[in-house]
Structures are given as structure tokens and as C-alpha cells.
């Protein structure tokens, strides 16, 4: 009836299958086909199950079995017949409560769980998951989406059906390697974009159903696009048919309430308690397992760290703890699966494994590098001379974690401007530069992430409540940004020098790290096929023969310029060149180039065949 070892696993702390034993579960018992509902109320007086079969009436009362677990088994129930837990606290109160293992629940503003049958889910994605990795040495190019944000319809969500008749060709044709959805669990209150979750387990009713989910991710995989999915296991939502005092006490959230209490108007939960970490460690397993994800990223995990993400209060050692053991688990279970921590502290080893004492994340955000870079484009070119070490700090740092780029959400709403408005001039100043940084993100070492519209340089900031700015690619000026990055992304595909030693020191060498006067940066990315050389000049200054040393001798290609005129620029470039004999920056060869004003060069040299010599 109960699977005693993961309900010993449970109470412990070490449970990934909580949602086999918890929730509704369509079985057969007796011979007579039915539901058996699990759910734990360790304070609860009783329990029944009211429901659309029964008119919500308390007509089905539960068996208290020994640690706090109520079960009960109900014949001849349907898919989406509606349930909830009426709960009665000691005093004989009561509320209903949404099943917290629910698979399935109501549109917002509803509330009720739904009865449904996951094991009908089929999947043709074997190969996929048999050659997928964590990526480490591969490109990994993320596309950030909103799900009720990336296109409307007459003012309504696309639904998984048709995002997987139109996103999916989208991200393929455009060189992204994966797809992040914000979150897709269930939550209440749209502009909390679903980081302010009800429903942990149930994929959100907004865009369809779970087997719709399934089959995005399916055709995801056969195109050979991964899926990341966004989860806040830091706090929920307070709204009462949730997990707020869900037995009439504490039992999700801190027993006080300075801790319970968040900064976003949730509750935060108690990782210190043992079922509560099984509770986040079992859903975490449950989206690996039942959607086959390919990531899980993380959010607040700085909120994890230190007692609300204040470094003063000190770290919450029941949360390391925590974001330890559910690391190491998940890394065992799904050893091919991506842990990335959305993390704005400085706290150490974030991405070490948990045995040599880290916190077991394979990526982290480099949000210091965002925040750096972003500010430098922000700067007129007359001062930059003075912020030039803004740019080259993050290599100073970057070796220390597994860090990924971000460009995101967050950098794009409530009146931070778009990534194109952030940059410093006029309209065509604004696009040169936005070329130039994308330049500079793409051959920085690092995996890349872009939040939906940067890819066509949205000025419009982010809205949950509308789609993205397609028109605006009736424009010639945004018709040939979308094709740089577009061909931007092709190239960091095609050429391993520019992710396979992302994170080792071989991969990346300054050329020239001081060049502040001019405001110019070189640098190399290099594999044992070809030694990529990069330039940048940050300032409206155009320069002819300008002088790179390089590492070998012979023919160096061109094979992307940000001022190219199909991209709108002023075709001032070099395309193909033959390095000379001249000593410079420390290397025996140098090629002469012309740079245009902010423009972003990259130039391939190949690499003899082995047997041969590179000199």
C-alpha cells in the first residue's frame, strides 16, 4: 500500500521518489481500479479528500498511518476528476489544501489539484539521452524563454503545441544549443514569472497539459536541442491552498517567523528540516526523471547560502547542507543532467564537488562578469580609459568556477533598459557596440546565455503580459542585427576553440590586456585544430594596419567582422591577411589590420595536420 523505504528515506532526508509514494496514483488494489492519495500531515487531526467526485463533501476520511502520513484508497475515480486535502488542525479548523505532489492543477485563478496518469508518457528521445552530457567541453548557447512571453496569439499564451511547431525550428535555425524556460511549475500570480511557485511537481496549466510538456521536449531532443528548466527552492508562496501552515502549523516554513518571512512576500522554506529536503530533492529527481530535462538551473541560490542572502547573518548551514546532499544525489542519478546555481555571492566552491567539500553545482552565473561588462558599455568612450580593467578583471576570477554568461531576464525589466538601450550613443552607436559585445560574450570563455529578444535587439523591456516585438524585424537595422547573431552563433558552434577548454588556462591567452590608451583588446582562443584571434576596439576611432602579434605564422581569415555591411556597417575590414615577420607582444609573427570604429574582429588560423609544423 506504502513503500516503507522511501517513506524511511523520506523522514530522513534522503528521498528522491518522494512523488512515488505522496500524491494521487491511479492503482489497482483488490483487483478494483481506483486512486490511493498519500499525503503527510504530521500535525493534522484528520484528514479527508473532498473532490468534484464526491461534491466536496467529507464523505472519504483518511487512515492516519504511524509518522505523520494520512492514505486513503478511492475506487472508480477518472483523469482530471478535481481534488483537495481537507485538513483539520487540533483545534478542529480546517482549509483545503492543494495536493503538494499534484501532477496536474487548476488555471490560476483556481485552485484545485487534478487527478492525472503520467504513466501514459511516451518517449522517443534514447539517443539523445545516451550521448548527452554535461557539457564542459562542448558549446553551450542558451536560449532564455519566457513561455507566455515569447509570441501571443489574440492576446492568449501559446500553449506547448504550438511553441513546438514554432520555437523549436526557431532555436535550431538560429545556432542555440538548449532551450531555459522560467519556471514551469504551477504558481498563482503571473509577475512573479513563476518563481513564486504553488505547485512543485505539476507543470503549470497555463500552456497545456503534462503529456503536451512531454512532447516538446521529446521533439527538443530529436532535434538535438536541450532543455533547461528554472526552479526556486528557496521560498513559495504564501497563498492559503498552498504550503502555508499546511497542517494548522509550520510545517514547510520556519516555526519563526523572522526566518519564515522572505524579501519577496513568500515564505522561505525550512531546509533544515528533514522532510522538507526530501520534499525539493524528490522534485528536483521528479522533472529529470518524468520530463527527461537536460538542466536544472537554480534560482537565489545566494539566499541559500547565507540566512536571506545576507552575508552578515552568516551562511544557513542546514541549507548547505541541503544544496549539498541534493547535489550529490541528483550527480548520481543523473550524472549527464546540468546543476547550475544562479548565485550573486562570493562564496567559494559553489562549483567543486561535494566530496572535496564544494556544494556540487556544475555551473555558475558569472554575474559578475555581466554586471562589469554591462557597465563599461554604458560608459562614453571618452572615459573608458579610465574603466579599461573592467573588461579584463573577469579572467582574473574566471578559473575558479565553471561559469556561464548571462544576458538575461533580470537584466531587462523594471527600468534597467534592454541589453541594445544599455549601450552608451546615439541609435547606430548603440548597434555598432551591441555587435561588439556580442563579439566579446561569444569568444570569452564560458558557456552563453540570452534572455528572448536580444537576438534581434529589443528595445522594449521585458513584459509577462505581452509577447516580444516581432515587427520590429521589418526593419532593416534589426533584420541585419538578427542575422549577425545569428551567424555570431553559427561560429561559436562550428569552431571548438571556442568552447572545448573553456575551463582550462590552455584555452584562452591575452594578447594584448593593457592597451587602454586606444581602448583596444586582443586576445586568443586556441584547440589543437586552430588559434582564433580576437580584437576589439571600444572607441569611435578607426585604425589601418593596426598591429597584432600572433602565435603562427601563415593566413589568418577573417570570418566575422560586427561592421561588415550585411550587418550594417562600414565594410571597413581586412577579411584575409599573411602575418609578417615582426616581433610584437611578445610573439615573433604579427598581421596588420584595419578596425573600424567599435567594431569586434575574429580571425581564424588553422592548424597544420599533425605531422606537420606550425612555426
Request: glycine share 6%; proline share 3%.
Amino acid at each position: 500500500m506504502v513503500d516503507k523505504n522511501i517513506i524511511k528515506s523520506f523522514h530522513e532526508g534522503h528521498c528522491l521518489d518522494a512523488y512515488k509514494v505522496f500524491g494521487s496514483h491511479f492503482v489497482k488494489e483488490k483487483g478494483i481500479n481506483g486512486v490511493r492519495f498519500n499525503v503527510y500531515a504530521p500535525n493534522a487531526k484528520k484528514v479527508f479528500v473532498v473532490g468534484s467526485f464526491n461534491d466536496w463533501q467529507n464523505t472519504h476520511m483518511m487512515n492516519k498511518l504511524e509518522d505523520g502520513v494520512f492514505s486513503i484508497f478511492i475506487a472508480g475515480l477518472k483523469q482530471y476528476d478535481m481534488y483537495k486535502y481537507r485538513i483539520f488542525d487540533e483545534n478542529d479548523n480546517y482549509s483545503d489544501k492543494a495536493d503538494p505532489y499534484s501532477y496536474f492543477n487548476e488555471l490560476r485563478p483556481n485552485t484545485s489539484s487534478f487527478l492525472y496518469d503520467l504513466s501514459t508518457i511516451k518517449w522517443s528521445d534514447k539517443r539523445w539521452l545516451n550521448k548527452r552530457s554535461k557539457n564542459f567541453d562542448k558549446p553551450v548557447n542558451i536560449y532564455e524563454v519566457y513561455a507566455g512571453g515569447w509570441k501571443r496569439k489574440d492576446g492568449r499564451y501559446y500553449s506547448f503545441v504550438e511553441l513546438k511547431e514554432e520555437l523549436i525550428p526557431y532555436v535550431l535555425e538560429n545556432g542555440f544549443t538548449h532551450i531555459e524556460f522560467m519556471p514551469l511549475n504551477e504558481f498563482p500570480f503571473d509577475g512573479s514569472w513563476g518563481y513564486q511557485a504553488s505547485g512543485y511537481y505539476s507543470c503549470t496549466s497555463r500552456f497545456g497539459n503534462p503529456h503536451e510538456l512531454a512532447e516538446f521536449i521529446n521533439e527538443a531532443h530529436k532535434k538535438n536541442i536541450g532543455i533547461i528548466i528554472d526552479m526556486a527552492f528557496v521560498h513559495f508562496v504564501k497563498d492559503s491552498h498552498g504550503l502555508r501552515l499546511f497542517d494548522g502549523k509550520p510545517l514547510y516554513e520556519y516555526p519563526n517567523e523572522f526566518d519564515a518571512n522572505s524579501q519577496w512576500g513568500t515564505l522561505n522554506f525550512n531546509l533544515w528540516n528533514e522532510e522538507v529536503r526530501s520534499f525539493l530533492m524528490s522534485s528536483a529527481s521528479f522533472w529529470c526523471d518524468t520530463y527527461h530535462v537536460d538542466g536544472i538551473r537554480f534560482d537565489a541560490v545566494s539566499n541559500l547560502i547565507f540566512w536571506d542572502g545576507n552575508k552578515d547573518r552568516g551562511t544557513n548551514e542546514g541549507a548547505l547542507a541541503f544544496i549539498k546532499r541534493m547535489n550529490f544525489y541528483l550527480n548520481q542519478k543523473y550524472p549527464s543532467v546540468m546543476l547550475i546555481a544562479e548565485d550573486s555571492s562570493d562564496f567559494e566552491k559553489v562549483c567543486d564537488s561535494t566530496i572535496y567539500g564544494g556544494l556540487g553545482f556544475d555551473y555558475k552565473w558569472d554575474l559578475g562578469w555581466m554586471n562589469d561588462t554591462l557597465k563599461y558599455y554604458e560608459i562614453d568612450p571618452i572615459y573608458r580609459i579610465w574603466e579599461h580593467h573592467k573588461l579584463t578583471f573577469s579572467m582574473a576570477y574566471f578559473y575558479s568556477e565553471k561559469f556561464i554568461l548571462p544576458l538575461s531576464h533580470d537584466e531587462v525589466v523594471h527600468g534597467k533598459k534592454t541589453i541594445i538601450d544599455k549601450m552608451w550613443g546615439d541609435y547606430n552607436q548603440k548597434f555598432s557596440q551591441v555587435k561588439n559585445l556580442y563579439a566579446y560574450m561569444f569568444t570569452h570563455p564560458g558557456k552563453k546565455l540570452n534572455f528572448m529578444g536580444n537576438e534581434f535587439a529589443m528595445f522594449r523591456e521585458f513584459d509577462e503580459n505581452r509577447g516580444l516585438d516581432w515587427d520590429i524585424l521589418n526593419f532593416e537595422t534589426h533584420q541585419k542585427f538578427a542575422r549577425y547573431f545569428k551567424d555570431l552563433n553559427l561560429i561559436y558552434k562550428a569552431h571548438s576553440a571556442l568552447s572545448k577548454y573553456d575551463y582550462q588556462y590552455d584555452g584562452f591567452k591575452w594578447i594584448d590586456a593593457d592597451n587602454s590608451a586606444q581602448s583596444i583588446y586582443s586576445y586568443t582562443r586556441e584547440d589543437e585544430k586552430e588559434y582564433i584571434v580576437c580584437l576589439f576596439n571600444m572607441c569611435p576611432n578607426s585604425y589601418s594596419n593596426y598591429e597584432i602579434g600572433v602565435k603562427f605564422s601563415g593566413e589568418y581569415k577573417e570570418i566575422l567582422n560586427s561592421e561588415w555591411d550585411i550587418y550594417g556597417g562600414i565594410n571597413f575590414a581586412t577579411y584575409c591577411v599573411n602575418s609578417e615577420k615582426i616581433y610584437r607582444h611578445g610573439y615573433e609573427n604579427t598581421i596588420k589590420v584595419n578596425i573600424a570604429p567599435f567594431s569586434a574582429s575574429i580571425f581564424l588560423y588553422k592548424k597544420k595536420k599533425v605531422g606537420t609544423k606550425n612555426v
